[in-house]
Antibody, heavy 121, light 110 residues
Framework: EVQLLDSGGGLVQPGGSLRLSCAASGFSFNTYAMAWVRQAPGKGLEWVSTSNSGGFRAYYADSVKGRFIISRDDSKNTLFLEMNSLRVEDTAVYYC??????????????WGQGTLVTVSS | QSVLTQPPSVSAAPGQKVTISCSGSSSNIGNNYVYWYQQIPGTAPKLLIYDNNKRPSGIPDRFSGSKSGTSATLGITGLQTGDEADYYCGTWDRSLTAEVFGGGTKLTVL
């Protein structure tokens, strides 16, 4: 059974940094692209970033480009999201998601439980 | 403003059928697979339909997907109160080089 456990959320001041983690199990982690999707309070889903299998290529939403970095440690089956220069509008529940294929563009067939990031002074 | 357009809400009685539309363009729906997700409030999204019309294991055949040109449709038959949720369409946009979602449709089973 695929399991994704998101962690690392919390309260941070504007301009601060935070690192999210997603521990994966139940599938061949290194074979699949992995992504982060967020949902602001009361709003819809917003894709944040995708890392292709192997971690050699990453894609970012324009809203986070230059501030967020996605990475993965295939030896530990873990996905990360380094978030810098955080803004109030980054406040959201962040979900780790498993892609259906090895590269971006294949949709998401499993989701973590989400971790809440609150950016506020 | 979402790249993909969905109706904000739909409603129908138990046992009835409902469809949810998702409209895009040639850079997204027109040239890529469409995915549908169900999100019950307070929980993580769940994949309902992949590759336009395929159902993952465990998803009942009451749920169906179709695509024509730059639009896609999710159909739900035999509505149950447990189907009340937000439904999102999603796909890859080649021009934006980004995954895009619709704004979501809230289904109410009256």
């Amino acid at each position: 059974e695929v399991q994704l456990l998101d962690s690392g959320g919390g309260l941070v001041q504007p301009g601060g940094s935070l690192r999210l983690s997603c521990a994966a199990s139940g599938f061949s982690f290194n074979t699949y692209a992995m992504a982060w999707v967020r949902q602001a309070p009361g709003k819809g889903l917003e894709w944040v970033s995708t890392s292709n299998s192997g971690g050699f290529r990453a894609y970012y939403a324009d809203s986070v480009k230059g501030r967020f970095i996605i990475s993965r440690d295939d030896s530990k089956n873990t996905l990360f999201l380094e978030m810098n220069s955080l803004r109030v509008e980054d406040t959201a529940v962040y979900y780790c998601a498993k892609c259906t294929v090895t590269s971006a563009g294949g949709g998401f067939d499993s989701w973590g439980q989400g971790t809440l990031v609150t950016v506020s002074s | 403003q979402s790249v993909l357009t969905q109706p904000p809400s739909v409603s129908a009685a138990p046992g009835q059928k409902v469809t949810i539309s998702c409209s895009g363009s040639s850079s997204n729906i027109g040239n890529n697979y469409v995915y549908w997700y169900q999100q019950i409030p307070g929980t993580a999204p769940k994949l309902l339909i992949y590759d336009n019309n395929k159902r993952p294991s465990g998803i009942p055949d009451r749920f169906s997907g179709s695509k024509s040109g730059t639009s896609a449709t999710l159909g739900i038959t035999g509505l149950q109160t447990g189907d009340e949720a937000d439904y999102y369409c999603g796909t890859w946009d080649r021009s934006l080089t980004a995954e895009v979602f619709g704004g979501g449709t809230k289904l109410t089973v009256l």
